[in-house]
Structures are given as C-alpha cells and as structure tokens.
C-alpha cells in the first residue's frame, strides 16, 4: 500500500505538534504523562513558607510547594505555584493557609471547603490570610519556646547540684562562708563609714593634697618651666664630644697606671726595680757628701787660687752635719 506525500506530512506534523506541546510542558515543570495537578494560591508575602514545603490536607501531605512569584513590580502579592501529588478533590470553596508546626517546618494547609465543585489543574485557590498570621506568630515564637526549654533544663540541672550541696557535711561549709562573709561586709562597712573610716580619712587627705596642688599651682607651672628650660638647654650641649674626650683620657691613664704596673720607663722601674732605687739612692748619698765636703772643705778644690794654702785635710766620706763646720776648718 502507498502512502502518500500528504498523508507522510500530516503524521508528522502532528508528531512535531505533540513534541513541542511535551517539551513546553516539561519546561514549565508539567509532566502531561502524570496525574499531578498545579494548583495556585496568592499572598500578601511569602512569611516562612519556601520551596518543597509540604502541603497538606487534613494532616495528609498532598503535594508541596513547586514554586513562588511576585504578582508584578510593585510586589502587590505572592502567586504560589503548589504541585498536588495525590488524587484528591479539592472543592472550589477551599481555603488554604501557611501555617506552622509548634516544632517543625512550615507548610500550606488545604481547608477543604462545602462545594459540589471540584478545582481543576490551574485554578487557583482562596487564602485566609488572618490563620496565616497567627501561624507566622507561632514560627516566630517557637525559636524563643525552644531557649525557654532549653533554659528550664539548665534551671534543673542547677537545682539538682544545689540539692547535692545542701547534704550535712555541705551545709556546714556553707554556713561558715555566710559567717566569714558576715564578718567581711562588718569590716567593709568600718572601712566605708562616712565620717569614721579609713576611706573617708584617705579621702580627706587626698582632698588637702588636691587643695594645695591646686593653691601651689603656678608656682609649679614655674617649676616645670624651668625645669623644661634647664633640660632644652642641656640637650643643646655637645655631649657626646665631651664623653668621647673623656672616654680617651680615662683610655690614656688606664695606658700610663699600665705602665707603671710593668718596667716600661723610669717610674714603672723605680715602683718595680729595687736595685735602680738602691743605686738612686747611691747616688743621692754621694752627692750629698761631695756638696758638704765643697761646703766645709772648699780650699780642697779652689786650691792656691782663692786661699793660697793647700788643704791637708781627706775629703769626707759621710755627709756633715748640717747645722755646724768642724772647727778644724774655721779661719
């Protein structure tokens, strides 16, 4: 059998058509092959309901929440998209409602209405906005119910340890604390009396030093200023060529006392050196006599040039006394 050209165009077509109707569906979310309906539901505002929240009726989770979207620009409303999973009939009088468990998540609630009539895929569905409101209130309360609890479990636990501290021996501790505490707060009070304690004298103390700081008050001003003046014009002074002056002469000594500890030069030997002391000493001694024997025997070296006589006498060998000439020698 021979198909025709037309016939081969209409089949196709019609497969085209049924293609796209799918892929539009399937973009938009639609399965057309399935029985799930779209219903829709609008708001003032989203309030804690999001995306894959359940949806129930009767307590009997339906469907959830496929998806959400402002009405305009202006945000006059949410249009809710809910995807329904069961085969349920909803009247049309339905009304559904956010609300919120007192310890879950939040949902969209399905009040099923009176009416023979039944809403079809892509109706939309009455809101009763005020039982909305009070299950926002209930979410928003139950966080602070939840720290409520968890507080009365803490106040438990405390008054259980306070029970074990309050056991015979425990009592005892404790009476003597509030004994010692008594006594502390009796000499806190001596020490804050007003009139008597000795707070109140330091006190007045620091009141006559306050007074006379600020009677005494230029003269300090003046104080500081010289002070400040003397220290401007000692941190003018070159100091550090003074220090670097001195530091070398101190080098200098240190170098000389050296010296004198070792038998470098004439004092280093003098102070080391016994036998240069000794001969010194020779030395001295020696000229010393020959002074006194030029002294007292002076014709012993002018001869006949001053006298005329020749001296017969021997030189001296100790120094003469110094406050007589023997009498030998006198003219």
Known sequence: MKISNETKVGVLTIVALTFLIVGFNFLKGKNV????????????????????NEVKMKGLP??????????????SG????????????IPKDSKATIESELLGSTYLNISQGN???????????QTDRTTSLVSD?????????????????SLKMVLSSLNNMFEKDTKGNIQEIIRNLKESTVSLNTLLNAESGALAATLDNANSISA???KNNDSITATINSIKRAADKFSALEVQPTVDSLQASIVEFKNILNKFNTNEGTLGLLMKDRTLYDQLNKV?????ILLDDFRVNPKRYTGNIIFNRKDRTGPLTSPAPKDSVPQGNQK
Do not use: C, M, W
Request: hydrophobic share 35%; no cysteine.
């Open 115 to 125: 009416s023979i009539e039944y809403l079809k895929d892509g109706d939309t569905l």
């Open 33 to 52: 092959f399935s029985d799930e309906k779209h219903l829709y539901a609008v708001f003032s505002d989203l309030g804690s309901l999001r995306k894959s």
């Open 62 to 75: 339906v469907g959830a929440v496929y998806d959400y979207t402002e009405i305009d620009k202006k945000q």
């Open 212 to 214: 006379n700081l600020k």
């Open 284 to 288: 001295g001694l020696g000229l010393e």
């Open 78 to 89: 949410i249009n809710f998209t809910i995807k329904i999973k069961r085969d349920v009939y």
């Open 137 to 153: 209130v209930k979410a928003q309360i139950n966080p602070t119910l939840t720290r409520v609890r968890d507080a009365i479990d």
